[in-house]
């Protein structure tokens, strides 16, 4: 055997040995936190729900989480569920569990996993009074898309630090009902600063608290495909991912 062919194997060796394994490519060292993302419609369909699964898949990359995407119902079973530590609800509409899925997903709830609703997801499941208590509020109305001031209410939560305590942005801004007591309030939306606001002084327009032991985040920025792209609103989401995964 030459010193050159020597050479070559030691080097296809190190290769072989030091290449990432698929599992290291994807998800976090410990392989363990792992999203599933959730975008049934059943009523009206938003266009920037395509924008926002790139974002999100974007986001989970930077922070070395796994990422998956569905919009069959039948993945929420407790095989497929018990995969995830955290299931998102990105602009869901309507009515979009059956009785055995929506069982599924309260079970998986109630055992430690955690969740997460962008925009629509409040205008969805209004017939299941305990997912109106999880996402935190039902969407009532809203006006013509425009320009309105958030105002920061708690500027220390993951989600907002980055946030100046004023913010004017461009959506779609919901008006709700049966808003849940026991939110917590981090951005309150000005009505003073656009038309068409319903909720007065207390317009929370995104949240987060506890069910058991299952961390909840909500927010309701999300309509339009450009938020997706704003840096502001890009960090809120991975704010909000990372409350509920417990990483500050």
């Not at 320009?147 to 008006?175: C, G, I, K």
């Not at 000005?190 to 299952?214: C, K, M, Q, R």
Request: one cysteine or more; charged letters at 20%; proline letters at 5%.
């Amino acid at each position: 055997m030459t010193t050159l062919y020597k050479s070559l194997l030691g080097i296809l060796s190190f290769l072989v040995i030091s290449a990432p394994s698929p599992a290291q490519e994807v998800g976090n060292p410990d392989g363990d936190r792992r999203i599933l993302v959730f975008t049934k419609t059943n009523g009206h369909r938003h266009q920037s729900i395509e924008k926002g699964v790139a974002t999100l898949r974007e986001l989970s990359k930077e922070e070395m989480f796994s990422l998956d995407h569905t919009e069959d119902s039948l993945q929420f079973n407790p095989d497929t569920l018990s995969l995830y530590e955290l299931v998102i609800f990105l602009s869901t509409t309507g009515d979009v569990l059956g009785p055995a899925q929506e069982a599924s997903f309260r079970q998986f709830i109630e055992g430690g996993g955690h969740f997460m609703g962008i925009h629509a997801a409040t205008d969805t499941e209004y017939d299941w009074p305990w997912y109106g208590e999880l996402v935190g509020a039902y969407f009532e109305s809203h006006p013509e898309l425009q320009q309105a001031t958030l105002q920061v209410v708690d500027p220390t939560h993951t989600s907002t630090s980055h946030m100046p305590e004023r913010w004017s942005h461009f959506d779609e801004w919901y008006n709700f009902m049966d808003i849940h007591p026991g939110i917590n309030v981090l951005i309150n939306l000005d009505e003073s600063t656009y038309e068409g606001g319903s909720n007065g002084a207390y317009h929370p327009i995104a949240w987060y608290h506890s069910l058991g032991g299952s961390r909840v985040f909500y927010t309701g920025i999300g309509h339009t495909e450009a938020s997706f792209d704003e840096p502001i609103f890009r960090r809120h989401l991975l704010g909000g991912i990372r409350y509920c995964l417990g990483i500050q």
